[in-house]
């Protein structure tokens, strides 16, 4: 098992991003980049996934609007559909700060975007009368 030694909020937040995918080489620029937008002044680890959450709800309320998903749900789809589209590619420090992803981006998700199927509804059927399909035959002609 590996050990992880957690020494500063940028910390959290490069372990926190690199589960979207982002690689060691992009945590440099991204990392303040998101600090930048969280007003987390101090606290524990646990508060500083929230505000992180938070952070890329609001992204996820801007890339799938009109869901209707619970936002637990909607922050589920979100990563979900940023990982499927390689999201870290794309994404950059400066559309963090404006809390605006890619156009390319947002429509890749979009595109990947999961709808679940509407509940089922069970009723039961009255019988049916079986009518035949063939014409009925009429007396013997002479």
């Given amino acids: ?15 926190y991003l690199t589960s979207l995918g982002f690689n060691p080489q992009q945590l440099p620029e991204i990392v303040p980049a998101v600090a930048a937008e969280l007003d987390f002044r101090n606290g524990n680890g646990d ?3 929230k505000k992180i959450d938070a952070f890329l709800l ?7 609007s009109k869901t209707g998903l619970a936002d ?3 922050l589920a789809e979100f990563k979900l559909c940023f990982l499927l589209c390689n999201g870290a590619d ?19 998700m979009r595109e990947r975007f999961v709808v679940a ?26």
């Fill in 58 to 64: 609001r992204l996820a309320r801007r890339t799938f």
């Fill in 1 to 15: 098992m590996v050990a992880i030694k957690i020494q500063s909020k940028e910390d959290i937040i490069a372990a």
């Fill in 72 to 74: 637990e749900q909607l």
């Fill in 90 to 108: 794309l994404c950059t420090a400066e559309s963090c700060r404006r809390l605006s992803l890619p156009a390319e981006l947002v429509r890749r």
């Fill in 117 to 142: 199927a509407p509940a089922c509804l069970y009723a039961e059927m009255k019988p049916q009368a079986i009518e035949s399909i063939r014409p009925r035959k009429k007396g013997k002609k002479k």
């Fill in 47 to 49: 508060e500083l996934v």
